[in-house]
């Protein structure tokens, strides 16, 4: 009886935690790009008055802009951004978004530091159908935040060349982009990847797939582009959270595997996809984070779900890049206690029988339990389980694990489809601890 009350409270404790990191450790979307925003609306947009976020005008060309979304004309290859108040409302609603989730996929791979990758001193890097280059401000502020001094040269190349000049007068602060180099191209996708180049280390299409009207096929076109990377270079496609983007998503990569192309994320395996696309599971992303509170406001009618991130990506290489090929990978050995995770101890991970797992769903709460489905090296997709009774400090993180989350598991036993987790399983969720150092190379789990 005593231990009954001793689990009710221990638990309802757990909870309140659970609570609070989750709050605490939501991305946040920079307060300086907020005033970018602002400022880039006032001057581009006098109509909009001194506080554009409460003009009825951004409202109604937000509310336009979903519309146009939605019509296949406006819709293929951006025609929207040949409208300058739908332009505005790109800006004011989907930039942070996008911003957000390219920043989020660089982050997951700096803690995984497969390579050498993030040790450059400069990079170059093409945004392909940047719009006014939501997915390059947020690779800035990614490289910003990770090193100082580091120089970027970015290729912003769009087929429409009208959302270029506001991307010009966002990036006008000579002072914080001091370090940064843009050519603004406007081009289309296919003859970019046609045409021969500087090789670049980084190739981003964000939301572009869906878009183009290409004569080639995306298969074709993507093996194209690959040729335009460096050795180590990485092409990150992300692409909305719907089940067909998400599936097209997956038959790409599934082509992609036959073409000698090394996948890097999400997928911690090489082999076709397990995933039957029913409509329960799909794969992609969901980040809680923290939208800017001009986005809060303006939803104020609009009702969008506008607190997690949705999405889904692909990060490839070619294969000839060294030390990257895919399979499980490793956590670093050591997490730091630094005040960015109050709640996190310092400890050293022991490496032996650390298992890497790609969550697709959230922890479910059935009869005394958690559930989550989670895809794993050998391809196979496993339902892990943690019994209420078992949730200790140990094994917490389970319970704070998103659709997407990358996690590895300590000291498991892995013959079975079923995981049931002890309450000394140690989890470790990629997506939390995401200030680490230092980082080790991914390699096969000995
Ligand atoms: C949904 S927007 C995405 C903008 C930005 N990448 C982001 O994530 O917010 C799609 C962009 O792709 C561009 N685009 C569409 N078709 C293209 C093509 N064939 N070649 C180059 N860019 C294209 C559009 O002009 C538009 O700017």
């Not at 006098?46 to 506080?51: F, I, M, V, Y």
Request: net charge positive; hydrophobic share 40%.
């Amino acid at each position: 009886m005593q231990l009954h009350v001793f689990n009710h409270v221990k638990n309802k404790k757990t909870t309140e935690n659970t609570e609070r990191r989750r709050e605490f450790l939501k991305m946040k979307f920079p307060l300086y790009y907020q005033r970018v925003i602002t400022e880039s609306l006032r001057t581009y947009y006098p109509e909009l008055g001194n506080n554009p976020v409460a003009s009825p005008h951004l409202h109604k060309w937000i509310w336009e802009l979903s519309e146009a979304l939605r019509n296949e004309n406006l819709y293929k290859q951006g025609m929207y951004y040949q409208q300058r108040e739908l332009t505005a409302a790109y800006l004011a609603f989907l930039f942070p978004q996008s911003f957000m989730k390219i920043n989020a996929i660089l982050n997951e791979l700096y803690s995984l530091n497969n390579t050498a990758f993030f040790e450059h001193d400069q990079y170059h890097i093409a945004d392909i159908g940047c719009g006014i280059g939501a997915s390059t401000f947020g690779t800035i502020e990614f490289f910003k935040a990770m090193k100082k001094d580091i120089v970027l040269h970015f290729d912003a190349i769009d087929y429409n060349k009208e959302p270029f000049e506001l991307m010009r007068e966002m990036s006008k602060d000579s002072n914080y982009f001091r370090n940064t180099n843009f050519a603004f191209i406007h081009n289309d996708i296919e003859k970019i990847a046609s045409r021969s180049g500087r090789k670049c280390d980084i190739i981003i299409l964000s939301l572009v797939l869906g878009e183009i009207e290409s004569k080639i096929s995306i298969i074709a076109l993507i093996r194209k582009l690959m040729k335009h990377l460096t050795e180590t270079g990485m092409l990150i496609i992300i692409e909305p959270a719907l089940q067909e983007s998400s599936k097209n998503l997956i038959l790409l990569r599934n082509k992609l595997i036959s073409y000698n192309v090394s996948i890097l994320s999400p997928c911690l395996n090489e082999q076709p996809c397990p995933l039957t696309y029913s409509a329960q599971h799909w794969c992609y992303r969901e980040i809680a984070w923290t939208p800017p509170a001009s986005m809060e406001y303006l939803n104020r009618k609009l009702f969008r779900e506008i607190n997690t991130l949705k999405f889904s990506y692909l990060v490839i290489a070619n294969n000839t890049r060294k030390g990257c090929r895919g399979g499980p990978m490793r956590p670093p050995n050591k997490i730091d206690a630094n005040s960015d995770i109050p709640f996190q101890a310092e400890k050293e991970l022991d490496l032996k029988n650390l298992y890497a797992f790609r969550a697709i769903s959230f922890p479910k709460k059935q009869k005394g339990e958690y559930i989550i489905k989670a895809c794993d090296s050998s391809c196979t997709i496993r339902v892990i389980e943690l019994l209420h009774k078992d949730i200790t400090d140990a094994n917490k993180q389970f319970l704070e694990l998103s659709r997407g989350d990358l996690f590895f598991l300590l000291d498991t036993a892995l013959s079975e489809a079923t995981i049931r987790l002890s309450s000394g399983t140690g989890i470790y969720n990629l997506q939390i601890c995401k200030h680490l150092s230092p980082f080790i190379p991914r390699g096969s789990i000995k």
